[in-house]
């Protein structure tokens, strides 16, 4: 018997097609470029004269409570040692990536590297005001990496939107970061910094920052942020949006 053709079975749906291999390395370009400049910048200061660029645009605290603030941002442009520099440059590399797909265009390049630096400034001016009598350089741009760790800890498993800051993933992942910090501060207490010379980790400078990163993404998704409708979640291959995505929702706060 023929059936008729309400009766007809449903038409075998088309395997898809597999999908493309995603590249072992798909860092953004935003990401790229600032790793590569922490790497590139302390390419420059080593030598014979590292000690004195150290001194002449880190950052020192007695120095700042005096009126001297450029050190606030040259800091970040200088670092203690090849390991500081490559460490910093790796910690931005991994932890920028989710934050620069977050922002696209002119404007999210904008916002990108204002929060970077707002971050790192926020990071050593708390860190002077901790120790404003004290004569030695703050170098690197491990605040304003923290920042960035901050603004990713805001987005994760969040789908490439910004979580609120009262959700509980990221309360933990903050707490541990800020309890790996406050280790680092007791064992480092002693001076004994690998790849530094012995210098001190200033990880107060750390927490600041990443406190900083935490409050700051925020606003600065819903100033310079792609819109909801066209972002890209940190996980998601380029031409796909996240089902997140597609329905809208909050940015956090």
């Given amino acids: 018997m023929i059936p008729m053709d309400s ?23 935003l990401a790229l470029l600032l790793a590569t400049s922490i790497v590139g910048l302390y390419a420059l200061q080593s030598g014979p004269d590292e000690m004195e660029i150290s001194y002449r645009y880190g950052l020192i605290p007695a120095r700042m409570a005096e009126g001297d ?5 040259t800091h970040m442009l200088v670092h203690g040692g090849w390991m500081h520099a490559i460490m ?7 932890f920028a990536a989710p934050v620069a797909r977050l922002m ?14 707002a971050c790192g400034v926020i990071a050593g001016g708390g ?7 004290g004569t030695a350089p703050l170098v690197g741009a491990s605040g304003a990496v923290f920042g960035l760790i901050g603004a990713a800890t805001r987005m994760l498993g969040g789908q490439g939107r ?14 541990a970061w800020i309890g790996v910090n406050v280790l680092i501060g007791v064992i480092g207490s002693a001076g004994v910094t690998p790849g530094m010379e012995g210098a001190r980790i200033a990880w107060e400078a750390h927490v600041i920052g990443l406190i900083a990163g935490l409050l700051l993404i925020g ?5 310079f942020g792609r819109p909801p409708t066209v972002r890209q979640s940190a996980f998601d291959s380029p031409g796909h949006m996240s089902d997140l995505d597609r329905r809208g929702g909050p940015w956090g706060a």
């Fill in 162 to 175: 910004v979580l609120p800051l009262t959700d509980r993933r990221v309360l933990t992942s903050a707490a």
């Fill in 127 to 133: 860190y002077a005001l901790l120790h404003l009598d």
């Fill in 104 to 117: 696209g265009g002119l404007k999210g390049l904008i916002g990108f590297f204002s929060l970077y630096i």
């Fill in 69 to 73: 603030y450029a050190g606030l941002v």
């Fill in 7 to 29: 009766e007809r079975p449903a038409t075998p749906p088309t395997p898809e097609s597999p999908p493309g291999r995603e590249p072992v390395f798909n860092a953004p370009v």
């Fill in 219 to 223: 606003p600065w998704a819903k100033l």
């Fill in 88 to 94: 910093n440059g790796v910690g931005a590399l991994a």
